[in-house]
Every structure is written in C-alpha cells, then in structure tokens.
C-alpha cells in the first residue's frame, strides 16, 4: 500500500515538473521577438549593435536634421547630447513629432544608420519617456520643464 501511494506521488511530480518545463518554453518562445532592449545614442555609437538587433532608441531629435525623401521616407538624426545617430523611417510620422523633442524609436542599427519601424513622440507638452530621461541626465544636457530656469 505504501509504495503505490509513493508511486503516485513520484508520478504526480513527475507530470507537474514535465508541465513547468513545458509552460516556460512556451513563454521564452512567445517572447523571444517582444524584448527589445533600449540604448541611448552614445550607447550606439560606443557598442553598435549587430543589424539583426532590434532594439529601442531614444533621444531628442537635432534641430534642423528631418528631412522628408520620397514617398513617405523620412530621415533626422536623434540624440541624447553625447551623441547623434541618424535615422531613417517610412510611414506617417507621429503629429506630436518635431524638432528638439523627445522620442523613441523601434529598429535595427544597419551600416550606421538606425532604421525604425516604430516612432513613438512625447504625448503632451512635457512629457517625455523615462529612458530618454534617464540618458540625457546621464549626459548632463536634461533641463526639467518643471523647473523655474531663472532660479
């Protein structure tokens, strides 16, 4: 009697560790294309990642650097004060989306140019995401909108 109850509890464990292990390689698979890593500009620039990366980027955008092609490509450079990447994206750009603003991109880095698939713009007037946030202060260029600049 008691080795059919130990039986039972061995195969008991046995099913539940085959179903965990199961279940956590579902989870890895599903999510092997949903992790994307953000880098600051001077962050791409110092380690470039390989151009099957996709990653996010994020930073103000250089004044006077958009420029539109043709069709729907659109170029300008994006930077966190340390240094600047160039980028390129084909679609319609965010309406919030300008000149010394905040943003955040989602692409690969190929032959020295950032390539978006996905521009995200700052949703109110000051606004801005808190990875860019944090990369600007690291550069010493972030100045808070809340703050009082004559003191």
Same mark, same amino acid.
């Given at each position: 009697? #008691?080795? $059919?109850?130990?039986?039972?509890?061995?195969?008991? @464990?046995?099913?539940?560790?085959?179903?965990?292990?199961?279940?956590?390689?579902?989870?890895?698979?599903?999510?092997?294309?949903?992790?994307?890593?953000?880098?600051?500009?001077?962050?791409?620039?110092?380690? !470039? !990642?390989?151009?099957? *990366?996709?990653?996010? @980027?994020?930073? $103000?955008?250089?004044?006077?650097?958009?420029?539109?092609?043709?069709? *729907?490509?659109?170029?300008?450079?994006?930077?966190?004060?340390?240094?600047?990447? !160039?980028?390129?994206?084909?679609?319609?750009? !965010?309406? $919030?989306?300008?000149?010394?603003?905040?943003?955040?991109?989602?692409?690969?880095?190929?032959?020295?140019?950032? *390539?978006?698939?996905?521009?995200?713009?700052?949703?109110? *007037?000051?606004?801005?995401? #808190?990875?860019?946030?944090?990369? $600007?202060?690291?550069?010493?260029?972030?100045?808070?909108?809340?703050?009082?600049?004559?003191?």
């Amino acid at each position: 009697m #008691k080795s $059919l109850k130990k039986q039972r509890r061995i195969q008991v @464990i046995a099913v539940a560790l085959v179903a965990l292990t199961l279940s956590t390689v579902l989870i890895g698979y599903a999510m092997r294309d949903g992790i994307n890593f953000f880098r600051a500009p001077s962050q791409v620039i110092a380690e !470039p !990642p390989g151009p099957d *990366e996709v990653f996010r @980027i994020g930073g $103000l955008v250089t004044e006077g650097s958009i420029r539109r092609g043709e069709g *729907e490509t659109i170029s300008f450079s994006v930077t966190d004060g340390g240094a600047v990447v !160039p980028v390129t994206y084909t679609g319609v750009l !965010p309406d $919030l989306f300008e000149e010394n603003q905040g943003m955040v991109g989602t692409g690969k880095y190929i032959s020295g140019v950032f *390539e978006a698939t996905e521009i995200l713009a700052k949703h109110d *007037e000051t606004y801005m995401p #808190k990875e860019v946030v944090d990369a $600007l202060k690291a550069q010493g260029v972030y100045q808070d909108p809340d703050k009082d600049p004559e003191g």
